[in-house]
Structures are given as structure tokens and as C-alpha cells.
């Protein structure tokens, strides 16, 4: 994720600093590793690349704001060291600025709180009741079998119909491209499903500004640049509203009848 680049670097920390893609880390020493599964931007499950584990002072961190069933399969339960996750991305309820971590090593945790409390003098209570009762609203919608009061079947359905209607539309040109991903068995449907990431890694054949040949067409997206790829590419949210949504589908099919 661009904003990992962006918040180390600005901090501009006498302890640590961005080394980037891990593919390439190849230095000695202490170090984190941030797994961001599903990515952000392409939406592909990621794993551990450095992995030292005789390095006593290596340190991995989890991101799996995006691992919710109406995004990915749930594969199996993740168990690792330290794992994030956010409350904005399961119910788009951004604004309540709420995220949790998962922590085994208990000073790890205390030292992780501290942080919060020095950076921003705590967590707001409101936004921790109010998160608290749609969670547990979100629950209660899970004991049903009903496609539309089912949180993460509506979810996944609208996510389904809106990557279908995208890849047809990508389908008619040979100017576009879209990942593809495997289908995989996921342990809350319990049946093999497709991936129907948050975000749209959109790419292009021709070699053109992706991200401002889209904004001519007023098209709002980010660059692959700003995600660490290259002008060919750039992500586009799924999670519009409807109308959003589908004036982005027709943009696109004119940029297409050009």
C-alpha cells in the first residue's frame, strides 16, 4: 500500500525507514515486514516473503483489513504474530476512524497502545460504542440463511454483480485488463468461490498515462505509480454508490468506442 511509503517517510524516524518491495530486501539485521492479504491495490493474497525466522529481531505484521468473505475466500484462520484489521473496510463505516489489532506478545501490545495514546490521546468512546452495536447488528444478520439480510451475502452478491458488469465491459476491448483470480474454498460459504476484490486493478495495453487519460474522461482513480507500479495501471474503487458506479461502467465503454 502507497500510504505505508507515505506515513514512514514522513514521520521521518531516526529508528527506521522504507526499504521497499520485500522481494528485493536482501540486507542483514533487524526489520519489518508489512503482508498486506488481500493486497491492496490488485486484491491477490499474499504470504511472507523475507522469511528469516532465526532472525530473533525480524517482525511481521498482518494486514488483512480486506479479508472479509464478500471480498475473498476465507481459506482458514489466520494465526499469526501480529494482525490488523480495520472497521472500514467490512461495513464501510469509515468515518468511525476504528481499527483493532490482533497481538500474541503482550508487551508488543502494551507498547502498541501507548502509541495511541501518544498520537491521538486515545480512542473515541463514541466510535467504539457505536462500532460495538453494528458489529453486533452485523452478527445477528449472519444467523440468516436470507441472501438479502445476510451481511456478507448481500455483500458478496453486489460485489459479484459489479466485477461481472466490469469485465464485460473490459471484455469488449483490448485496450483494458483485469486480474484474474483462482477460485479457492472458502470455509464461511463453504464452497470454492471467486475473489471480488474491493478495488479494480485496472491495467492498459498501450503505452499511455492510464490515470490521466481516465481523469479527461472524468474518471477519479489512484496511479500505479502512487501503488508502487507503473502509468499502465491504476486502481479504481469497486465500492462506489450505485449511480457512481455505473456512470464509471459507461465512461469507461466510451473511452472503449474511441
Same mark, same amino acid.
Given at each position: 500500500?502507497?500510504?505505508?511509503? /507515505?506515513?514512514?517517510?514522513?514521520?521521518? $524516524?531516526?529508528?527506521?525507514?522504507?526499504?521497499?518491495?520485500?522481494?528485493?530486501?536482501?540486507?542483514?539485521?533487524?526489520?519489518?515486514?508489512?503482508?498486506?492479504?488481500?493486497?491492496?491495490?490488485?486484491?491477490?493474497?499474499?504470504?511472507?516473503?523475507?522469511?528469516?525466522?532465526?532472525?530473533?529481531?525480524?517482525?511481521?505484521?498482518?494486514?488483512?483489513?480486506?479479508?472479509?468473505?464478500?471480498?475473498?475466500?476465507?481459506?482458514?484462520?489466520?494465526?499469526?504474530?501480529?494482525?490488523?484489521?480495520? %472497521?472500514?473496510?467490512?461495513?464501510?463505516?469509515?468515518?468511525?476512524?476504528?481499527?483493532?489489532?490482533?497481538?500474541?506478545?503482550?508487551?508488543?501490545?502494551?507498547?502498541?497502545?501507548?502509541?495511541?495514546?501518544?498520537?491521538?490521546?486515545?480512542?473515541?468512546?463514541? $466510535?467504539?460504542?457505536?462500532?460495538?452495536?453494528?458489529?453486533?447488528?452485523?452478527?445477528?444478520?449472519?444467523?440468516?440463511?436470507?441472501?438479502? /439480510?445476510?451481511?456478507?451475502?448481500?455483500?458478496?452478491?453486489?460485489?459479484?454483480?459489479?466485477?461481472?458488469?466490469?469485465? /464485460?465491459?473490459?471484455? /469488449?476491448?483490448?485496450? %483494458?485488463?483485469?486480474?484474474?483470480?483462482?477460485?479457492?474454498?472458502?470455509?464461511? %460459504?463453504?464452497?470454492?468461490?471467486?475473489?471480488?476484490?474491493?478495488?479494480?486493478?485496472?491495467?492498459?495495453?498501450?503505452?499511455?498515462?492510464?490515470?490521466?487519460?481516465?481523469?479527461?474522461?472524468?474518471?477519479?482513480?489512484?496511479?500505479?505509480?502512487?501503488?508502487? $507500479?507503473?502509468?499502465?495501471?491504476?486502481?479504481? $474503487?469497486?465500492?462506489?454508490?450505485?449511480?457512481? %458506479?455505473?456512470?464509471?461502467?459507461?465512461?469507461?465503454?466510451?473511452?472503449?468506442?474511441?
Amino acid at each position: 500500500m502507497a500510504t505505508y511509503v /507515505e506515513e514512514t517517510t514522513y514521520v521521518r $524516524s531516526g529508528m527506521y525507514n522504507w526499504e521497499g518491495d520485500a522481494w528485493s530486501f536482501d540486507k542483514k539485521g533487524p526489520y519489518i515486514e508489512l503482508v498486506t492479504s488481500p493486497n491492496n491495490p490488485d486484491g491477490t493474497i499474499r504470504e511472507t516473503v523475507v522469511n528469516r525466522p532465526d532472525d530473533e529481531e525480524a517482525k511481521v505484521i498482518h494486514d488483512f483489513a480486506y479479508y472479509w468473505p464478500h471480498y475473498t475466500p476465507i481459506t482458514r484462520r489466520q494465526d499469526h504474530d501480529i494482525m490488523l484489521f480495520t %472497521f472500514s473496510k467490512i461495513t464501510g463505516h469509515a468515518g468511525s476512524r476504528i481499527g483493532w489489532a490482533l497481538v500474541k506478545d503482550k508487551e508488543v501490545a502494551k507498547k502498541m497502545v501507548g502509541y495511541i495514546i501518544v498520537n491521538s490521546i486515545g480512542v473515541s468512546k463514541e $466510535s467504539q460504542v457505536r462500532t460495538a452495536k453494528i458489529l453486533n447488528v452485523l452478527k445477528e444478520t449472519c444467523k440468516s440463511e436470507s441472501e438479502s /439480510e445476510n451481511f456478507f451475502k448481500y455483500g458478496r452478491e453486489m460485489m459479484k454483480d459489479r466485477w461481472e458488469k466490469l469485465r /464485460e465491459v473490459v471484455k /469488449e476491448s483490448d485496450a %483494458f485488463t483485469l486480474p484474474k483470480y483462482p477460485e479457492a474454498f472458502c470455509n464461511y %460459504f463453504g464452497k470454492s468461490l471467486e475473489s471480488y476484490p474491493a478495488f479494480a486493478w485496472l491495467g492498459t495495453k498501450e503505452e499511455t498515462d492510464l490515470a490521466s487519460e481516465l481523469r479527461r474522461h472524468k474518471v477519479l482513480c489512484r496511479a500505479g505509480e502512487r501503488c508502487g $507500479s507503473d502509468k499502465k495501471h491504476v486502481r479504481v $474503487s469497486m465500492l462506489s454508490r450505485e449511480d457512481d %458506479f455505473n456512470a464509471f461502467l459507461e465512461r469507461l465503454a466510451n473511452m472503449k468506442a474511441h
